[in-house]
C-alpha cells in the first residue's frame, strides 16, 4: 500500500500537527507513506526525522506538477487540507488516483470550483460530527467521522522552572495563570477573547494574567483594543512558540473564543495534560467540550468571563472536568485507532479501484 500525505501549508498549526501525526502512525503501521509539503516549512523538519520519504515543492506550480506527474505511484491520495484537496482533485484527469480529503473546518462548502473538486474527490473525512452535518446539508450525507489524534508532548521545559521564569519575566508574582493557543485570525475571534478578559477583571480584580500564543494578522488590532480596555500588565500577547505545549502546562484554565472551530486540537492537548477548558460553542468545540469543559456561546464575552472565573474558583468542578476529559481523550482520540481507520479506509478505496480498472 502506497500512500502520499498532501500539505502545502506554510505554517505550523493543527492540520499540520495532524499531518505529521498520520505519517507518524502510518509508518509504525507498516505503511509505505510519504508526504508532499511546501520547501522550508516547519512541517518538512519534523517529517524528515521519520522513516517517510519527503518531497517539498516551492509552491503551488511545483506541486500541481508533482501530483501531474505521479500516475501508478501511489495508491492513495490523502489531502489533509483543502488547499490540497484543490491540487489533487484538478489534477486528478492526469494522475487517475483515489483521492481521500479530511475537512477540519466547520464553514459550508460553496461554489461551482467546491462542487467540482468535492465531485473529483473519492472520500471525504471529517475530524468531527459538526463538520459531517455541514457536509450533508451540502449534499454529502453519510461523511465518516475519524477524529484527531493527540499524543503526550515531552517537556521540553520542566514546568516548574518555565512557570518560575515567566512570572519572573512579566511581573507575575502570585498571580493565577490562565491563557489561550490560538492564531490571531478572524475564526479564532480574538477580540472576543480581549473582551472576555476585560470582563474577567471586572468580575475579579487584578488577581490574574492572560498568556495568549499566537500570532496572525489580527494581533495589531487586537493588541490596540487591549490597550483601549486597560489590560497593559493583565493580557500578554506571547507570539508563536514551537514548543507551545511547555507553556500550556502552566496555565491554570485554557480558553478558546472561536467563532469557527472544527474540532480544536488544542483542546485535546489541555485534556490530555490535565488543564480545564472554558470554549465557546462554535463547530466541533460543542460536542468536545460539553460535560468535559464550561461552554459560552460564540461571540459571548461576559458568558466566556463567567466560565473562565467557575473553573478558577471552583475546585470540585475543575478536578470533574478534567477526569471526565482525560478519560475521554485516552479512549477516542487515540493515533493507533485513527491510523487504522484510515488503513480501512485505504483498503476499500484500492479495492474498489481494482474491480473497476478490471471491468
Not at 64 to 91: E, I, M, N, P, W
Not at 171 to 193: F, N
Not at 311 to 338: F, G, N, S
Request: glycine share 10%.
Amino acid at each position: 500500500m502506497r500512500i502520499l500525505q498532501i500539505n502545502t501549508e506554510k505554517t505550523w498549526r493543527g492540520g499540520e500537527r495532524q499531518t505529521f501525526y498520520t505519517l507518524r502512525g502510518l509508518a509504525a503501521a507498516g505503511v509505505q507513506v510519504e508526504l508532499l509539503c511546501r520547501a522550508g516549512a516547519p512541517l518538512v523538519e519534523r517529517a524528515s526525522a521519520l522513516p517517510v520519504r519527503v518531497h517539498p515543492v516551492s509552491g503551488q506550480l511545483g506541486a500541481l506538477s508533482f501530483l501531474a506527474g505521479c500516475k501508478g505511484r501511489y495508491d492513495v491520495l490523502h489531502a489533509q487540507t483543502a488547499k490540497g484537496q484543490s491540487l489533487a482533485a484538478f489534477t486528478k484527469p492526469a494522475h487517475r488516483t483515489p483521492l481521500v480529503y479530511t475537512r477540519r473546518v466547520d464553514f459550508r462548502p460553496s461554489g461551482l470550483p467546491a462542487r467540482i473538486k468535492y465531485r473529483m474527490t473519492n472520500q471525504i473525512v471529517a475530524i468531527s460530527q459538526a463538520i459531517a452535518d455541514i457536509l450533508a446539508d451540502f449534499g454529502l450525507p453519510d461523511v465518516p467521522v475519524i477524529p484527531s489524534a493527540v499524543l503526550p508532548t515531552p517537556a521540553g521545559i520542566e514546568p516548574i522552572a518555565l512557570e518560575t521564569r515567566i512570572r519572573a519575566q512579566l511581573g507575575l508574582g502570585h498571580k493565577r495563570i490562565i491563557g489561550a493557543i490560538a492564531a490571531l485570525v478572524e475564526h479564532k475571534d480574538p477580540l472576543t477573547m480581549v473582551e472576555a478578559v476585560a470582563k474577567l477583571r471586572g468580575l475579579r480584580g487584578d488577581d490574574f494574567a492572560f498568556l495568549h500564543f499566537g500570532d496572525g494578522p489580527l494581533l495589531e488590532q487586537a493588541k490596540s483594543r487591549a490597550k483601549e480596555l486597560g489590560l497593559a500588565g493583565t493580557y500578554h500577547f506571547m507570539g508563536f512558540s514551537p514548543q507551545v505545549i511547555d507553556y500550556l502546562r502552566i496555565f491554570q484554565v485554557f480558553v478558546m473564543s472561536s467563532r469557527e472551530e472544527g474540532l480544536g486540537s488544542t483542546v485535546l492537548d489541555a485534556f490530555l495534560e490535565g488543564i480545564p477548558v472554558a470554549s465557546t460553542e462554535a463547530g466541533g468545540l460543542k460536542e468536545l467540550v460539553a460535560g468535559r469543559g464550561l461552554l459560552a456561546p460564540v461571540g459571548d464575552a461576559a458568558a466566556l468571563a463567567a466560565a473562565m472565573s467557575r473553573l478558577l474558583d471552583e475546585p470540585d468542578l475543575r478536578a470533574d472536568v478534567v477526569a471526565k476529559a482525560r478519560a475521554y481523550v485516552t479512549a477516542h482520540h487515540d493515533l493507533d485507532r485513527l491510523c487504522q481507520e484510515y488503513i480501512s479506509l485505504y483498503k476499500t478505496l484500492i479495492g474498489n479501484k481494482s474491480r473497476h480498472d478490471g471491468r
